[in-house]
Every structure is written in structure tokens, then in C-alpha cells.
Nanobody, 127 residues
Framework: QVQLVESGGGLVQAGGSLRLSCAAS????????MGWFRQAPRKEREFVAA????????EYADSVKGRFTISRDNAKNMVYLQMNSLKPEDTAVYFC????????????????????WGPGTQVTVSS
């Protein structure tokens, strides 16, 4: 069955960096786009970044452009989120997600486009 497991979260000071990883299994990883979302306390889940199945195209939320970088390694079934210049407002649980349609980039920024989600990893940025 499909499994997505995030890791790499933690506590960091403002201005610091973290690299999140998502290990995927149970499907043909190289044929699906993947996304990262986040959810802060008392807020709705929001889009962070997404990457096409080939890795050739990426999308970012305006709030993280220039600071975060999404990447993937199809040989290792891994997707990553490099987060630099972190701000307290980046504090949230971060989730990786599998797009519901093979070889599709439709609505990458919309949560309903994703079928499977990992359990999440907590990122806390102190001021």
C-alpha cells in the first residue's frame, strides 16, 4: 500500500535552515507529482511547494518563494524540501502528499488534487 513518511522537522531559530525528507513506497514514484503542504495551529492546511513527476517543473507558494526548494530523487523514492531563512510564521506541521493522477500537474497547489498524505513532521521556528 502507499506509504509516505516525513522526517527532518525540529526546532530552529529564525534565519536558520531545515531539510525535510519524505520517503515514499507502494507506488511507481517516478510517475506522480508530489507536493508539500503545511498546517499551523488553528489554520487551514496550505500549499507550500510541488514538483512534477520528472522533477522538471516546480511550483511554490508566494510566501516561500526564494527561501524553500523542492526536489526529488526518483532512484531513491524521495522528495525533499530545503527550507532556508526560516521565519516564525513558517511554524507548522509539514506534510508530503501524492498527486491523485499519474503524470499530471493539474492543480498542484490544491489539497484535493492529492490522494495520499504522510503523517507530518513538526517544524518550529523560534524568534
Amino acid at each position: 500500500q502507499v506509504q509516505l513518511v516525513e522526517s527532518g522537522g525540529g526546532l530552529v531559530q529564525a534565519g536558520g535552515s531545515l531539510r525535510l525528507s519524505c520517503a515514499a513506497s507502494g507506488f511507481t514514484f517516478s510517475t506522480y507529482s508530489m507536493g508539500w503542504f503545511r498546517q499551523a495551529p488553528r489554520k487551514e492546511r496550505e500549499f507550500v511547494a510541488a514538483i512534477a513527476w520528472s522533477g522538471g517543473s516546480t511550483e511554490y507558494a508566494d510566501s516561500v518563494k526564494g527561501r524553500f526548494t523542492i526536489s526529488r530523487d526518483n532512484a531513491k523514492n524521495m522528495v525533499y524540501l530545503q527550507m532556508n531563512s526560516l521565519k516564525p510564521e513558517d511554524t507548522a506541521v509539514y506534510f508530503c502528499a501524492l498527486h491523485r493522477v499519474i503524470r499530471s500537474m493539474d492543480s498542484l497547489g490544491e489539497a484535493p488534487s492529492y490522494l495520499y498524505w504522510g503523517p507530518g513532521t513538526q517544524v518550529t521556528v523560534s524568534s
